[in-house]
């Protein structure tokens, strides 16, 4: 076994022989004839030449080996159900799919919005895009009918793909209403959206000539295998859009190749697990987890992979536990979110059931802190690894990698970089190297590896603009997060630098979240930043000025704007009222000021503010002194 220190540095010191070693683990349908094209910085092309298909090599290749392993489980704690496919099986119904999109028109190319739970059916329906060389764009159920509008007019998708609705802690929620408002709002709608009748008891009219009723087409399509479409390696195969600085999400293109071979890589090296193990992810489908952790890595890999719909505690605190022992589950991932809650109760939960089959619970999204990564690796006597990672890069950026070598683990820190990823601390000031204990910006330098994103789907322009222009003096990718390492080499992240914040593990902008406030009719503008919570990490909090004081809005008025625009998971703590808000001279809100004075910290150098009264104001609001 080498160590990780080896492997990192082969890696970026003889990069394109460690990563073409790494892709013998897919099937190329032709093989590459360049590991790497880096003509074009900070663009970087994987695998050139390469044909291959995600589906394939997620479903098919395994059919000899493994056809009656379990691929998927699907285990809803929502509507009472479980329901179990085999390799063969999961290849039926992904074909099947694959022709019910071909009967809809879909071609290699086309996009394909997915607006659905956590539910057999949506990973069908994205394994059946990849199939067809169709690129899915899937979006948490959470988001709005606005946000969904504003995802559809990027995207032009051809067909969405939709269900009656979702369920959380027993309560439906309705899905398919949202859809016909973001259609209504979009100006690129698509031509065709297929629904799966869940049979939720909603009343969900149907739009003739629009809508299609799934269980009726998939009656009608045959049966008959469609072919895998060979994608050239830099092919885009999926959309996923996530928050920025700015209020329009960013659509993270990922490519074909480089995304396959960085998937297949990850399970042995990180997760350390392979064919025959069984995975559960509890993260939702919409998010890079469940595209990365739920779906992909785990079926290239030829494992069993769970698919959950509820939530930790229900019926109690220890369902997913029983779910590690009721269906042996060797790998579990999740987010430190989920571990604050289940803190709440009693630990006996946790050993209740047998968990001799789990070797590691892996978390990830938000910071980890200390004595939850205690309370949680002790109370199940297992290693627990905290790894760090974005949306962008699709897979592990900071890890221990005990596939490679078992390095001790370090309560509060996501351990080393991984290989792949040539990670710099670098000042802030001069983009300099920060040394032991001090505190900079995380930054990569580029190229980026296989498997992270390729563009912004649609503007390469804005892709180098954010990523890449952090540093005048250099062009190094910026995570916008701030992190340390200490003198043993341990990496601890430290927070955003930018305006994104994080709530219960879920991705958001603050600007986003003052768009949607904004749309109330009086409000003349506001600043939201996100202040610390116990349980979720982070909460976003108004502060806005009214147009008309006279009018007497609520603060519930402008949550339930928030609501109808965004999505519950963006609704601010509280909403203050204020009559100016702190800015500069130059006009720039003092966001950063605003959320130290919310978490008790010192707001900091104030000397640019405008007037001070405005901090005056967020004072007396927040009762601070
Ligand atoms: O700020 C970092 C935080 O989550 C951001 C990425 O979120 P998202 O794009 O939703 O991707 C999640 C994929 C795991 C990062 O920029 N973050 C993620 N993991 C950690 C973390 N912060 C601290 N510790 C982590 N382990």
Known sequence: MSSYKETHKRSILEREGFWAAEAKRIHWHK???????????????????????????????????????????????????????????????????????QSLGLER????????????????????????????????????????????????????????????????????????????????????VLIFNRGLDLNMPLVSGRDVDWKDLYSKTAKEPVSCVWLESSEPSYILYTSGTTGKPKGVQRDVGGHAVAMAASMPHIYCAGAGETIFTTSDIGWAVGHSYIIYAPL???????????????????????????????????????????????????????????????????????????????????????????????????????????????????????????????????????????????????????????????????FVKTYFSTFSKKMVYSTFDWGIRDKDGYYFILGRTDDVINVAGHRLGTREIEEAVNMHPNIAECAVVGVADQLKGQLPLAFAVLKDVAKKTTSQEVMDTVDKQLGAIGRPKAVHFVTLLPKTRSGKTLRRSIAALAEGRDPGDLTTIEDPGALQQIKDCLGVK
């Not at 895009?129 to 998708?157: E, N, T």
């Not at 719909?309 to 779910?323: F, Q, T």
């Not at 001790?408 to 000042?427: H, Q, T």
Request: proline share 8%; glycine share 8%; with cysteine.
């Open 31 to 101: 093989p590459f004839t360049r590991v790497l094209d880096y003509s074009r910085p900070p663009f970087a092309k994987w695998f050139v030449g390469g044909e291959t298909n995600l589906c394939h090599n997620a479903v098919d290749r395994h059919l000899k080996e493994r056809g009656d392993q379990k691929a998927l489980v699907w285990i809803s704690t929502e509507v009472e159900k479980t329901e179990t496919y085999t390799y063969k099986q999961l290849h039926a119904e992904v074909n099947r799919v694959a022709a019910m999109m």
């Open 109 to 192: 190319g086309d996009r394909v919005i997915i607006y659905m739970p956590n539910m057999p059916e949506a990973v069908f329906a994205i394994l059946a895009c990849a199939r067809l060389g169709a690129i899915h764009s899937v979006v948490f159920g959470g988001f709005a009918a606005a946000s969904l509008a504003a995802r559809i007019d990027d995207a032009k998708p051809k067909l969405m793909i939709t269900a009656d609705g979702g369920s959380r802690m027993g309560k439906v929620i309705p899905y398919k209403p949202l859809v016909d408002e973001s259609i209504r709002l979009a100006e690129h709608p698509p031509a065709k």
């Open 300 to 462: 290239i890999a030829g494992m069993t992979t769970i698919l959950y719909e509820g939530v930790p505690m229900r019926p109690d605190a220890g369902v997913w536990w029983k779910i590690v022992q009721d269906h042996k589950v060797n790998v579990m991932f999740s987010a430190p979110t989920a571990i604050r809650v289940l803190k709440k109760f009693d630990p006996a939960f946790l050993k209740q059931y047998d968990l001799a089959s789990l070797k590691h619970l892996f978390l990830a999204g938000e910071p980890l802190d200390e004595p939850t990564h205690a309370w949680i690796a002790e109370g199940l006597g297992k290693p627990v690894i905290d790894h760090y990672w974005q949306t962008e890069t699709g897979w592990p950026v900071l890890s221990a990698m005990h596939g490679i070598e078992k390095t001790a683990i370090k309560y509060g820190s996501p351990s080393f970089p991984v290989y792949g990823y040539d990670l710099k601390l670098l000042r802030e000031s001069d983009a300099s190297e920060a040394g032991a204990d001090e505190k900079a910006v995380v930054a990569i330098e580029p190229p980026l590896p296989p498997g992270s994103m390729s563009t912004i789907w649609g503007d390469d322009e804005r």
